[in-house]
């Protein structure tokens, strides 16, 4: 046994080193940006407490109070059945922005003739006024959450057209001839070449499309629907309890840079990874 123990291959030093190399560099980085993240939520937590002590209470409550007040909701028992009720609103309001913007994007960018066509249309779309836009999806569809996710998706996919649109257009055209020559396929032409080149723009849009879909849906509570965020918030300024109006709309701001920070980079980071790659 002894024998045969001994004359099994040993590891590779160099690539011990190298992983424990990795795994060292991947903690400090973490470490790293937790501390720049810890940083400026206290930066902005200061400017927040001396503004608040500036314009006075009654105004802006102060991070602490703002805190009690969340916390006082929570032993009510509405805060977290609020922001379920908006982050449901909001999940499907973004799905169909994304997927509108992905399909009309790609039609744009692609076709010479949708381009003349249709191009003036999400111009004209990201003209209308959005109060518009929310009273004719109203008063078409009934006053429910349907009608909510459809209003704030209108108003919040022309941005995220333009951009997924831009991406279209910036493909590498000499990559494409190349890939027509050789007679590649299809769809290695779209894994390959048309979807490593576009991918950039989609999450740009999708980042851009996620924090204008949470503040459009708060306006959409407001408006027209008597739970959720947004209903709360006009609850509580109808009654002039701007600690509460704070603690409203507080948490939902924490999980969206929760979601931010734990889901959509991360995933970012993954997607990109050959990047890195080929960097090394």
Known sequence: MTDV?????SADPTLEAELAGDGRKSIATA?????????????????WELISRRVGVDVLPGPVASILAIEQAHKEGYLWSDIGITAYRIGGAFLIALVVSIVAGALLGRSRVAERLF?????????????????VVYLSVGINDHAAMIGTAFIVAPPMIYAVWDG?????????????VFAVPRLTVL???????????????ARTGLSLTWRIMIFVELLGRSSGVGYRIQYFYNLVDMQRVVAA????IALMLAFEFGVLRPLERWVFRWRREEAK
Do not use: C, H, K
Not at 5 to 9: F, G, R, T, V, Y
Not at 168 to 177: A, V
């Open 119 to 135: 191009g003036p249309w999400v111009t004209i779309g990201a003209s209308i006024p959005s109060l518009v836009v929310i009273v």
């Open 191 to 205: 894994t390959r070449v048309i979807l490593p080149q576009t991918t950039p723009f989609i999450f740009t849009a």
């Open 168 to 180: 279209i257009r910036s493909i590498n055209p000499d990559l494409q001839e190349m890939a027509r």
């Open 31 to 47: 470490l790293r940006n937790s501390l720049y993240l810890g940083t400026s939520l206290f930066l902005l937590g200061l400017v």
């Open 249 to 252: 709309a507080l948490p939902f």
């Open 5 to 9: 123990l001994a004359a099994a291959p």
